[in-house]
């Protein structure tokens, strides 16, 4: 497995993550295929240029056109003020071989060799039993639940965080 910055090539995967029923059951419900093109372009430009890591999991070298999802770190504001915060993706035809896994330690041992980003907070949602368990076994502690905005939606959410240079199992 490796990953790769996101490129504005990467739009059909972005359309099958995100505009799919099945994939974004946990985030409310499926995009609108509209604008995926401009969100690519968007995401790859502040790969680009350093501002947040947007990562395509490629599970196999030997066929880099093949993904199986990504794995993001970006910093935003909160009412608290500013976080980091990471996410994932992985299609259903990857998911259960430990890819996801794999691709958040793999960007959390990069934040913390770079010593970059901090705290890294994660937002998975309540009912989501892949992605909480990734956090476990990943060595995030859990904080607590609530309700978090994405796409303009409300989800309720276990709010996760770990610090990479002391937490990463």
């Known amino acids: 497995m490796q990953l790769r910055n996101v490129s504005p090539d990467d739009v059909d ?5 995100r505009c799919d029923p099945v994939m974004m059951a946990d985030l409310g419900g499926p995009l609108p295929p509209e ?7 968007r995401d790859a430009r502040q790969a680009a240029d350093d501002l947040a890591w947007f990562k395509m999991i490629v599970p196999d070298a030997i066929s880099p056109d093949v993904v199986a999802g ?15 915060e990471i996410g994932w993706m992985v299609l259903p035809e ?5 890819l996801g896994k794999r691709a958040v330690r793999t960007l959390l041992e990069q934040a913390r060799d ?15 039993t892949a992605s ?3 956090c476990r076994s990943v060595g995030f502690r859990l904080l607590s639940q609530g309700e ?10 276990n709010h996760w965080v ?3 240079e002391k937490d990463l199992r």
């Open 148 to 157: 978090t905005a994405f796409a303009g939606r409300v989800l309720r959410t």
């Open 114 to 128: 770079q010593d970059r980003w901090g705290l890294v907070h994660a937002f998975p949602a309540t009912n989501n």
């Open 13 to 17: 995967a972005y359309i099958r993550m």
């Open 35 to 41: 604008g995926m093109a401009d969100k690519v372009r």
């Open 132 to 134: 909480n368990a990734i």
């Open 94 to 98: 990857f998911q259960g071989q430990g």
């Open 162 to 164: 770990i610090d990479p």
């Open 70 to 84: 990504t794995v993001t770190i970006w910093s935003h504001d909160t009412s608290d003020g500013p976080i980091s």
